[in-house]
């Protein structure tokens, strides 16, 4: 957020392509925290590949899939599939964000 500051008071206001790349650069940087290794989007869903240093609860997440039938998949090669808009990658962002926090192992 720090750079975004700086871009701003630097050059004014960010273009709509600007603004998405920092966006995606908070994406990356959450990716990396939680510990996903591939991430793929498509039409409302995600496909979230965890490294084997993932941040995130195998448990919770296999609990999710149980308690939402129909919304999680868990596939064999051991991605979990969830719901998110890919409207925009700000959106994304926050749409994995809450889902992280939910998944947390603390």
Not at 18 to 39: D, F, M, S
Request: charged letters at 25%; aromatic letters at 8%; proline letters at 6%.
């Amino acid at each position: 957020d720090e750079f975004e500051i700086e871009l701003r008071e630097r050059f004014g206001p960010l273009a709509g392509p600007a603004a998405e790349l920092l966006w995606l650069l908070r994406l990356k940087l959450l990716l990396r925290t939680w510990g996903i290794a591939v991430l793929s989007a498509g039409k409302g869903r995600v496909s979230l590949t965890p490294a084997a240093s993932t941040q995130l609860s195998v448990d919770r997440m296999i609990r999710l899939f149980h308690e939402n039938p129909g919304v999680y998949q868990i596939t064999p090669d051991s991605k979990f599939i969830t719901p998110a808009s890919c409207d925009s990658v700000r959106q994304l962002f926050l749409d994995l964000e809450t889902l992280f926090a939910n998944l947390s192992e603390s």
